[in-house]
């Protein structure tokens, strides 16, 4: 079920399409034509509304929906005739496009506020996959990368808990093992386990990059997962939201397309950092055609377990370094 806050940012969007006279009236009227929101959701509105809870969330998400109401990319100042909430439906596949609003069945919204990830994906979908196609492999992605060193750290932190019933071998954890793991390596890491920690972080992401440019070694390979870092589709989409400054973002994400059209991409690169959890650098250097001067996209990706310390599947989230509006493939909307 989404927040208070989700369902904030993306139902008063698709109020603010409808030219209102202020947000007030456009929370009190509860229009129908907004779909797949009931009387519940409204609830939750009147109530965080009246006691001022995310009221920059309301605000700007008015905001941002009535610039697109005006926008010439947008509706050009044409009432909308149905705007489709997705709500907490789950897709009933894998979904390429994070809209979350549908405009007269054409315009695809994603509403993004206070975030600079692009993913959240499973290192095998990531490094192995160039995020193409979802991985059926789930397995503990530090053994598949670096076993040797992840081995060794591991049998030094066993010492360390001092639990018998945990197995020599790290690939023989279960999930009763990690929970012990989880509870007794809660908070930073001691002191005299953090250098060695960093070693193997540096080991994993060095083998995970490497892993990432030979899945992309032929021609165009690295262009194509440039786009689906991107999330760059067939169909364009709008973003509309709020940077981590609290700026407004506005912009429409092209395609593939459009992309080839204007930009040519003259290196992507990926390569380990030393941090204190795995880090895998990426940048992209790409040329503009039309402003004949060269634009970098770069970004980095932390691997780190899901749920704690060796607790979860490791998970790869992607972020973005360089600011939206700045981004090759992204056109800033005005309006």
Same mark, same amino acid.
């Given at each position: 079920? =989404? $927040?208070?806050? $989700?369902?904030?940012?993306?139902?008063?969007?698709?109020?603010?399409?409808?030219?209102?006279?202020?947000?007030?009236?456009?929370?009190?009227?509860?229009?129908?034509?907004?779909?797949?929101?009931?009387?519940?959701?409204?609830?939750?509105?009147?109530?965080?509304?009246?006691?001022?809870?995310?009221?920059? #969330?309301?605000?700007?998400?008015?905001?941002?929906?009535?610039?697109?109401?005006?926008?010439?990319?947008? !509706?050009?100042?044409?009432?909308?005739?149905?705007?489709?909430?997705?709500?907490?439906?789950?897709?009933?596949?894998?979904?390429?496009?994070?809209?979350? !609003?549908?405009?007269?069945?054409?315009?695809?919204?994603?509403?993004?506020?206070?975030?600079?990830?692009?993913?959240?994906?499973? =290192?095998?979908?990531?490094?192995?996959?160039?995020?193409?196609?979802?991985?059926?492999?789930?397995?503990?992605?530090?053994?598949?990368?670096? =076993?040797?060193?992840?081995?060794?750290?591991?049998?030094? #932190?066993?010492?360390r808990v001092g639990d018998p019933d945990l197995p020599a071998e790290v690939d023989?954890?279960?999930?009763?093992?990690?929970?012990?793991?989880?509870?007794?390596?809660?908070?930073?890491?001691?002191?005299?386990?953090?250098?060695?920690?960093?070693?193997?972080?540096?080991?994993?992401?060095?083998?995970?990059?490497?892993?990432?440019?030979?899945?992309?070694?032929?021609?165009?390979?690295?262009?194509?997962?440039?786009?689906?870092?991107?999330?760059?589709? *067939?169909?364009?989409?709008?973003?509309?939201?709020?940077?981590?400054?609290?700026?407004?973002?506005?912009?429409?994400?092209?395609?593939?397309?459009?992309?080839?059209?204007?930009?040519?991409?003259?290196?992507?690169?990926?390569?380990?950092?030393?941090?204190?959890? =795995? $880090? #895998?650098?990426?940048?992209?250097? &790409?040329?503009?055609?039309?402003?004949?001067? $060269?634009?970098? &996209?770069?970004?980095? #990706?932390?691997?780190?377990?899901?749920?704690?310390?060796? *607790?979860?599947?490791?998970? *790869?989230?992607?972020?973005?370094?360089?600011?939206?509006?700045?981004?090759?493939?992204?056109? &800033?909307?005005?309006?």
């Amino acid at each position: 079920m =989404p $927040t208070v806050r $989700t369902e904030i940012s993306e139902i008063v969007t698709g109020l603010g399409l409808f030219g209102f006279r202020d947000l007030e009236r456009a929370i009190a009227a509860r229009p129908r034509y907004i779909t797949n929101v009931d009387d519940e959701v409204y609830d939750r509105l009147d109530e965080a509304y009246a006691a001022g809870h995310h009221r920059e #969330v309301f605000e700007m998400a008015y905001t941002n929906g009535a610039a697109f109401s005006r926008a010439g990319d947008g !509706l050009r100042g044409r009432p909308p005739w149905v705007v489709e909430w997705k709500g907490p439906h789950r897709p009933p596949a894998y979904e390429q496009i994070p809209a979350d !609003l549908r405009v007269d069945h054409v315009y695809l919204i994603s509403c993004k506020y206070g975030s600079n990830i692009l993913h959240n994906a499973s =290192p095998w979908h990531l490094f192995s996959g160039a995020l193409a196609e979802r991985s059926k492999n789930y397995g503990d992605w530090f053994v598949e990368v670096a =076993p040797r060193s992840y081995q060794a750290f591991y049998s030094e #932190v066993r010492g360390r808990v001092g639990d018998p019933d945990l197995p020599a071998e790290v690939d023989r954890l279960d999930q009763h093992h990690r929970g012990v793991l989880q509870e007794a390596l809660r908070g930073r890491w001691p002191a005299e386990l953090r250098p060695d920690w960093k070693l193997v972080a540096y080991d994993i992401a060095c083998a995970s990059a490497d892993r990432l440019l030979q899945a992309t070694s032929a021609k165009g390979q690295r262009e194509e997962l440039l786009w689906r870092l991107l999330r760059l589709q *067939a169909a364009p989409y709008f973003v509309l939201g709020a940077d981590m400054r609290g700026e407004p973002l506005r912009y429409r994400v092209t395609t593939p397309w459009d992309f080839r059209a204007r930009y040519i991409v003259k290196s992507f690169d990926f390569w380990g950092e030393p941090a204190g959890q =795995p $880090t #895998v650098r990426w940048r992209a250097d &790409v040329i503009d055609r039309r402003l004949n001067a $060269t634009r970098i &996209v770069d970004g980095h #990706v932390e691997i780190r377990w899901s749920h704690g310390k060796f *607790a979860g599947a490791p998970e *790869a989230k992607v972020y973005l370094d360089t600011p939206h509006h700045e981004v090759a493939g992204y056109e &800033v909307m005005f309006g």
